[in-house]
């Protein structure tokens, strides 16, 4: 029903607009440029004080890049307080689009000077044309985007207090950086003797798990029942787990401690038992490679 309301909305939108010069295209009142290239599954467009998220190219119309907002470490742009003051050119693109919507606009030079975004400084000034692929990636209205802030505000707490405690008990137990291994540490306390693990292999591996404080997570010995894997296949065992056991022989002990970034992540475990954001720990007997 919302995708048949939406089509009778870009229906309605179209008659009310000129054809463009450019193949393929519209052009709005103001003079921009445009053409859907997919629709989202946005429920609404931005109203004057939401905050979005977008992704754009500007290039010539050669497509030689001038400008991209996917430049920062993270791959992801900032959030913006939408603002549809300025007709003709990026703004006012975005105050039509909903979440997941992409569109190829042509704009002239002179409109894009008029943008908030510093995007003009980029342009030649020979340029006096110039195209963009746009993606409207989020959406939240004042609300949303308060509670968004509020989360990562507790994520960043999550994460800082998890790096105090690992260092904290690497510290304590004297375990340096060279036991740092591909993202986690790694102790042997025995090399074995027998095969070593590998691709394609099964296992059976004893362990205890727990977490930084002493609190136990799982134990095979308890049920004398070690696990049993076929090393290589997905979802068998955690990344750091499996970082871990690669490094060993039948026959070997070692300990693994995994931060969550290898481990449950931001997330924790599906049934609750680890919370986001904790360490584990693995003391790992590798009982036989077949």
Same mark, same amino acid.
């Given at each position: 029903m919302r995708s048949t309301l939406f089509l009778v909305f870009c229906f309605a939108f179209l008659l009310g607009c000129n054809f463009s010069k450019h193949d393929g295209y519209s052009i709005t009142s103001s003079g921009l440029h445009y053409k859907y290239n997919f629709i989202g599954d946005g429920e609404k467009t931005p109203v004057e004080g939401d905050y979005i998220q977008f992704s754009i190219v500007v290039s010539t119309m050669n497509d030689s890049v001038l400008y991209t907002n996917n430049r920062s470490a993270t791959g992801m742009a900032k959030w913006v307080k939408f603002n549809n003051s300025v007709k003709g050119a990026v703004q006012e693109a975005l105050g039509m689009m909903i979440k997941g919507d992409s569109l190829s606009l042509i704009i002239e030079a002179e409109n894009m000077k008029l943008e908030p975004f510093a995007f003009a400084q980029f342009i030649p000034e020979r340029e006096d044309i110039v195209k963009a692929e746009l993606v409207?990636? $989020? &959406?939240? =209205?004042?609300? !949303?985007?308060? #509670?968004? !802030?509020?989360?990562?505000?507790?994520?960043? +707490? +999550?994460?800082?207090?998890? $790096?105090?405690?690992?260092? $904290?008990? /690497?510290?304590? =137990?004297?375990?340096? #950086?060279? &036991?740092?291994? +591909?993202?986690?540490?790694?102790?042997? &306390?025995? @090399?074995? @003797?027998?095969? @070593?693990? #590998? *691709?394609?292999? *099964?296992? %059976?591996? &004893?362990?205890?798990?727990?977490? /930084? +404080?002493?609190?136990? %997570?799982?134990?095979?010995?308890? %049920?004398?029942?070690? %696990? #049993?894997v076929r090393l290589g296949d997905p979802g068998q065992m955690l990344p750091g787990f499996e970082i871990g056991i690669r490094q060993m022989h039948q026959g070997g002990h070692a300990t693994f401690i995994i931060p969550s970034l290898f481990a449950f992540g931001e997330n924790g475990s599906t049934n609750g038992s680890v919370k986001p954001f904790q360490t584990i720990i693995y003391e790992v007997e590798l009982v036989r490679v077949f």
């Amino acid at each position: 029903m919302r995708s048949t309301l939406f089509l009778v909305f870009c229906f309605a939108f179209l008659l009310g607009c000129n054809f463009s010069k450019h193949d393929g295209y519209s052009i709005t009142s103001s003079g921009l440029h445009y053409k859907y290239n997919f629709i989202g599954d946005g429920e609404k467009t931005p109203v004057e004080g939401d905050y979005i998220q977008f992704s754009i190219v500007v290039s010539t119309m050669n497509d030689s890049v001038l400008y991209t907002n996917n430049r920062s470490a993270t791959g992801m742009a900032k959030w913006v307080k939408f603002n549809n003051s300025v007709k003709g050119a990026v703004q006012e693109a975005l105050g039509m689009m909903i979440k997941g919507d992409s569109l190829s606009l042509i704009i002239e030079a002179e409109n894009m000077k008029l943008e908030p975004f510093a995007f003009a400084q980029f342009i030649p000034e020979r340029e006096d044309i110039v195209k963009a692929e746009l993606v409207l990636t $989020q &959406h939240l =209205n004042a609300k !949303q985007y308060a #509670e968004y !802030q509020k989360r990562m505000a507790w994520k960043a +707490d +999550d994460e800082m207090n998890e $790096q105090i405690a690992l260092k $904290q008990f /690497l510290r304590d =137990n004297e375990i340096d #950086e060279n &036991h740092f291994l +591909d993202g986690i540490y790694y102790i042997n &306390h025995k @090399k074995g @003797k027998g095969p @070593k693990a #590998e *691709s394609g292999k *099964s296992l %059976l591996v &004893h362990y205890k798990a727990g977490f /930084l +404080d002493g609190t136990p %997570l799982d134990d095979t010995y308890f %049920l004398d029942r070690p %696990l #049993e894997v076929r090393l290589g296949d997905p979802g068998q065992m955690l990344p750091g787990f499996e970082i871990g056991i690669r490094q060993m022989h039948q026959g070997g002990h070692a300990t693994f401690i995994i931060p969550s970034l290898f481990a449950f992540g931001e997330n924790g475990s599906t049934n609750g038992s680890v919370k986001p954001f904790q360490t584990i720990i693995y003391e790992v007997e590798l009982v036989r490679v077949f």
